[in-house]
């Protein structure tokens, strides 16, 4: 199975700050990585697939990069709205997500 | 607009089953996948596996295989998850998703999510 981590497990940021999460695989995976954003008490919402393509709807102050065992989600500007907990996910080989990020106010 | 409608929140006593239901409506039901996907209190999110509503086939994830059925009733577009054998460690919120299928790429990703339905189980 393939084992996704992500970095740091949590952070604090203010409003404008420019946020970049982590996330490894445990094998390559080319670019099959999706990011998804969930809110206390609410579904995830899907932000970014295949490593960088923005979901529809999606503000442009999200991003993603990355290939193979490497990526990284970039929030340019970090807006109130922004603070959540922050998933990425394998689409290789079944789904595998990864353990999740939480942004939180400093 | 696409919508996944889930059903109502679950008490169980451990040793029993739940049967979580899960209801599209806004597109193709058929023209998806539907994957299951839990979340523990205060945890992380795991998915449980997938289904084609269209041809009915399934794919579990390791953990749960033998445990969890999926099926599906193509004439009111809705899905079911049932997870049988329940333990305290199943107390979670049950969520579906669509799968979107990029047939060019191979990229998979779930595009809506339902609402979640909270299964607690409890003696």
């Known amino acids: 199975d393939i084992q996704m981590t992500q970095s740091p497990s949590s952070l604090s940021a203010s409003v404008g700050d420019r946020v970049t999460i982590t996330c490894r695989a445990s094998?390559?995976?080319?670019?099959?990585l999706n990011w998804y954003q969930q809110k206390p008490g609410k579904a995830p919402k899907l932000l970014i697939y295949?490593?960088?393509s923005l979901q529809s709807g999606v503000p442009s102050r999200f991003s993603g990069s990355g290939s193979g065992t490497d990526f990284t989600l970039t929030i340019s500007s970090l807006q109130p709205e922004d603070f959540a907990t922050y998933y990425c996910?394998?689409?290789?080989?079944?789904?595998?997500f990864g353990p999740g990020t939480k942004v939180d106010i400093k | 607009q696409v919508q996944l409608v889930q059903s109502g929140a679950e008490v169980k006593k451990p040793g029993a089953s739940v049967k979580v239901s899960c209801k599209a409506s806004?597109?193709?039901?058929?023209?998806?996948?539907i994957n299951w996907v839990r979340q523990a209190t205060g945890q992380g999110l795991e998915w449980m596996g997938w289904?084609?509503?269209?041809?009915?086939?399934?794919g579990y994830a390791q953990k749960f295989q033998g445990r969890v059925n999926f099926t599906r009733n193509t004439s009111i577009s809705t899905a079911y998850m049932e997870l049988s054998s329940l333990r305290s460690e199943d107390t979670a919120v049950y969520y579906c998703?669509?799968?979107?299928?990029?047939?060019?790429?191979?990229?998979?990703?779930?595009?809506?999510w339902g609402q979640g339905t909270l299964v607690t189980v409890s003696s």
């Open positions: 806004g597109y193709t039901f058929t023209s998806y996948d």
């Open positions: 094998q390559s995976i080319s670019s099959y």
């Open positions: 998703a669509r799968g979107y299928y990029d047939i060019l790429t191979g990229y998979q990703r779930g595009d809506y």
């Open positions: 996910q394998q689409s290789h080989n079944t789904f595998t």
């Open positions: 289904m084609n509503p269209n041809s009915g086939n399934t």
């Open positions: 295949a490593a960088s």
